[in-house]
């Protein structure tokens, strides 16, 4: 004799499996939709830093004891006055967000650069939050006045003897999230100016921070 309850109990199972796995199916798919709607906010969100262009618009640079400098695009204000120094540098921001800086390093420039990122305790902060908007240009600035300060001294030495330094900049978003890290070198061509390029970006908060 037919076994009814046996077959029925048969197709339940079957039935109950094939629900299962379909669920399964759905919930990676929406997980996976989930990621990639988050990665491209993520994107649409990311500030990435580069030199100004030599045609950008020249700015006007103040420091807090009224020195101020004028920085033309593509530039380095690299420059000693008394005991002080006065850096800043012409940036452009190729991401789709508003780049803020944060912090900044600088040392001398080493042949053999490092494909890792500075420890973030070496990054001193800045004063006061300089905003870079998407597409278009802005400057990074830094004073220093402490002669016994490394920083003071690696950028004193490259000043006067008319040679290229690196500068770190830490920078975020506007919401303070995706930190990178991108290395510029400051390089002299005459007596008086300065070039800088880019050799590296560190995206911090992403999993593998490249």
Same mark, same amino acid.
């Given at each position: 004799? &037919?076994? !009814? #309850? +046996?077959?029925?109990?048969? +197709? &339940?199972?079957a039935g109950t499996l094939v629900l299962a796995l379909a669920t399964f199916a759905s919930v990676r798919s929406s997980n996976r939709s989930a990621r990639v709607a988050e990665r491209a906010l993520s994107l649409g969100m990311r500030p990435v830093l580069v030199p100004a262009r030599l045609e950008d618009r020249e700015e006007k640079?103040? !420091?807090?004891?009224?020195?101020? /400098?004028?920085l033309r695009g593509g530039h380095v204000v690299a420059t000693i006055d008394g005991e002080n120094i006065y850096l800043a540098m012409s940036v452009r921001n190729v991401g789709n967000g508003i780049g803020v800086l944060q912090g900044w390093h600088v040392e001398a420039r080493d042949q053999n650069l490092s494909i890792e990122p500075r420890d973030l305790a070496l990054f001193r902060e800045q004063t006061r939050d300089l905003y870079v908007p998407p597409g278009d240009l802005s400057f990074w600035q830094a004073g220093l006045r402490d002669p016994e300060d490394e920083r003071y001294k690696i950028a004193h030495n490259a000043i006067v003897n008319r040679e290229a330094f690196i500068v770190h900049l830490l920078y975020s978003d506007h919401e303070g999230g995706q930190r990178t890290i991108t290395?510029? +070198?400051?390089?002299?061509? #005459? /007596? /008086?100016?300065?070039? #800088? #390029?880019?050799s590296k970006h560190w995206f911090l908060d992403r999993h593998d921070g490249q």
């Open positions: 004799m &037919t076994d !009814w #309850s +046996a077959i029925s109990n048969g +197709a &339940t199972g640079i103040f !420091w807090s004891d009224d020195h101020y /400098e004028k290395r510029f +070198a400051a390089f002299p061509i #005459s /007596e /008086e100016r300065w070039l #800088s #390029s880019v």
